[in-house]
């Protein structure tokens, strides 16, 4: 497992291929990056700033993975967060998770994006012609995580 | 006790604090009476920490809720809901 918190870039191809080094039980390897949108709440944004609280968002990651680990079949999973200052179509978070079979490794990825945005301690700040503004959290991010609670 | 604050996001640049050490003299005291006693500061302090802002705490790296005890040495957070990804 990997979990990093940064401001460099990263390198899909790289993390999907050191994933996959020397091993052979892996048949699905799912990804999901996300990007800076250029237009958020009808304002074109010129600039995100990603703050964080260093030690408890890596934990929080940890725990979130392992969380993930415990309800499916998950061989291995990364997850890359960047921090600081953005701009439109930069790269911001990527997930990967490996498993034996898509099924696992979809649910796991989708998983933990879910619970990354509404439970590790990141925050948007975005620039805007307006000025500067903090992001508020956003009910539907809340819901995509509730339908994954157990019963 | 003593213990240490950090603030983060809006929060942080509103009270203009990203982090603080504390001596108080309880033993332990429940993260709701911590916000009251800092909200006494001002009224920024009272808004920030007891108005509508929904106001995350952390003790040592946990989220927690209201009810939770704070003891000597613990490190506590307030921010706001988190928006990462």
């Known amino acids: ?151 | 006790m003593k213990i240490k604050i950090f603030y983060f996001a809006r929060l942080k640049e509103t009270l203009k604090f990203s982090s603080e050490d504390l001596e108080l003299p309880d033993d332990e005291l429940s993260l709701l009476k911590l916000k009251g006693l800092l909200a006494k500061r001002s009224e920024v302090w009272q808004k920030m920490l007891l108005g509508s802002l929904k106001v995350r705490g952390a003790i040592n790296h946990e989220l927690v809720d209201d009810q939770a005890l704070i003891v000597d040495g613990d490190e506590v957070a307030f921010f706001p809901p988190v928006t990462g990804g």
């Open chain 1, 1 to 151: 497992m990997k979990i990093a918190v940064q401001s460099e870039d990263f390198d899909l191809n790289f993390e999907l291929a050191r994933m996959r080094e020397s091993r052979q039980d892996i048949g699905a390897l799912v990804s999901f990056v996300g990007l800076v949108r250029d237009l958020n709440e009808g304002e074109t944004v010129s600039q995100l700033t990603l703050e964080h609280y260093p030690g408890m968002t890596e934990k929080a990651l940890q725990a979130i993975v392992a969380d993930a680990a415990s309800r499916w079949a998950v061989l291995d999973a990364t997850v890359v967060h960047r921090v600081g200052s953005l701009q439109a179509s930069e790269q911001i978070v990527l997930v990967a998770v490996a498993s034996a079979h898509r099924d696992q490794a979809f649910k796991a990825c989708e998983f933990i994006m879910d619970y990354l945005k509404t439970q590790a301690p990141f925050w948007k700040k975005e620039l805007t012609a307006s000025g500067e503004r903090w992001l508020d959290d956003k009910d539907s991010d809340h819901d995509a995580q509730k339908r994954w609670q157990l019963p």
